[in-house]
């Protein structure tokens, strides 16, 4: 049975009528489609950007995109997955940074303990997953019993806590003045060889030392693993297990599947994730403060996840990279965009302050978050299944859709 097995795999992969059934195949898939052209655009555009503007500003730029990728793709496990609300979701972004930065630079030698730490990056990015991981169980366990509004307010003050107590306990974490001076991630030896100086050298100068580039690299590598992660877990019988839970709680647990361990799994897996990009985030600043987990990350976040299509893996990679260029490129570069097309125009009577008037770019910046807030509300009026819906949802939502027409 074996040989026969290996037999077909071999003429699948070396018979020319099965590789082009299955790219024809390929190409008809959405899925396929969709991750066929993410990866190659994460191999082409960092190149592509440099070579016309030699910076590595978008490279860096695509590494920050990377981080909220990661943080989407774990909270879609708890909200798209499970159907649990989580409004706390930085709470675990910050505890993954904040176990980085404790344990990486000097922070520990000016606390009661009188001792610096400096353990490795590789290790403490496991550590930190970890940590966060055991705080979203630990959130978790309490709120079992709540569902709906009462969950997103107990996830919502627990993604209040947790920056405060990092913000007031100055004499550990630095308060509001931070921690800084984090250690920057190392290679190994066989990596960074003789060979690395060679002309052809493959990692010639591939240190970290604050450059983006190793950064983007090790960004896309943690993306993908997610994404194999997840998508396994999402076709496993756990994930089948948070799908039933999310469909109907009751009718799940009538069917033997025990809802607490199963949540409780949905929460500390979503909040590892989120651990995975706080350590990245800590070691790519080398500075970690309160300041960089407000409420706002966890609203932004649940955002992506809800524009990108709840559920749907590749929408939800899709949604946070959209949001993203929105939120941190295009509002935030418009105030210079509408002065210059004031300038071009001969509009320069816009750009100078007059009475209530201060200015288009002031006055354009004012508008950011309602130009963002439309943005979405158009969003879920024209299209409210996502802009990649799992193909259960887009069914459920045009099932509603069609019984709300016929009691019409």
């Keep these: 049975m074996s040989k026969q097995m290996s037999a077909q795999t071999r003429r699948w992969w070396t018979d020319p ?12 898939d959405r899925d396929t489609v969709i991750y066929a052209s993410l990866l190659i655009a994460a191999l082409i555009l960092p190149e592509l950007t440099y070579f016309m503007t030699e910076s590595t500003f978008w490279i860096s730029l695509m590494a920050d995109a990377g981080v909220w990728v990661l943080l989407a793709i774990g909270l879609n496990v708890v909200v798209g997955f499970a159907g649990l609300l989580d409004l706390g979701y930085a709470a ?9 930065a404790l344990f990486a ?12 730490v ?11 997953m970890f940590m966060a991981a055991a705080f979203g169980a630990i959130l978790g366990f309490p709120s079992l019993r709540l569902r709906g509004d009462y969950l997103a307010i107990v996830t919502l003050g627990f993604g209040e806590i947790v920056p405060d107590v990092f913000r007031n306990a100055d004499r550990w974490t630095g308060g509001i003045n ?5 250690d920057q991630p190392t290679l190994w030896y066989w990596i960074n060889g003789p060979w690395a100086d060679l002309p052809l050298g493959i990692v010639k100068n591939f240190r970290f030392a604050y450059d983006p580039v190793p950064y983007y690299v090790m960004i896309v590598i943690l993306v993908v693993t997610s994404v194999i992660l997840v998508h396994n877990l999402q076709r496993s019988r756990l994930g089948r297990a948070w799908m039933a839970i999310r469909e109907d709680e009751v009718a799940a647990a009538a069917m033997g599947i025990n809802t607490v361990t199963t949540k409780l799994l949905a929460f500390a897996i979503g ?25 706002i990350v966890s609203i932004t976040v649940l955002v ?3 524009l990108g299509g709840m559920g749907n893996i590749q929408g939800v990679i899709v949604g946070s990279l959209v949001v993203y260029a929105i939120n941190f490129y295009i509002l935030t570069n418009l105030p210079n965009w509408a002065i210059g097309a004031a300038k071009t125009f001969g509009l320069d009577f816009l750009i100078e302050r007059n009475g209530d008037w201060s200015g288009i770019g002031d006055e354009t910046q004012r508008l950011n978050f309602l130009l963002f807030g439309l943005i979405l509300v158009l969003m879920m009026l024209l299209r409210p299944q996502g802009l990649l819906p799992s193909r259960v949802r887009e069914q459920e939502l045009k099932h509603a859709t069609d019984v709300i027409l016929e009691i019409k």
């Excluded at 675990?92 to 980085?100: D, E, K, P």
């Excluded at 630079?105 to 610096?116: I, R």
């Excluded at 931070?178 to 984090?182: F, W």
């Design 17 to 28: 009528k099965q590789l082009r059934k299955r790219f024809a195949k390929g190409a008809r």
């Design 92 to 100: 675990f972004f910050a505890i993954g940074a904040y176990t980085y």
């Design 105 to 116: 630079s000097t922070q520990l030698g000016a606390t009661p303990l009188q001792h610096e």
């Design 118 to 128: 400096h353990l490795p990056f590789w290790l403490l990015l496991f550590v930190g």
């Design 178 to 182: 931070a921690i800084g001076n984090i």
């Design 271 to 295: 909040a590892s994730f989120s651990g995975f990009a706080g350590v990245f985030l800590g070691a790519k600043l080398s500075l970690v403060g309160p300041d960089n987990f407000l409420f």
């Design 304 to 306: 992506m996840v809800v």
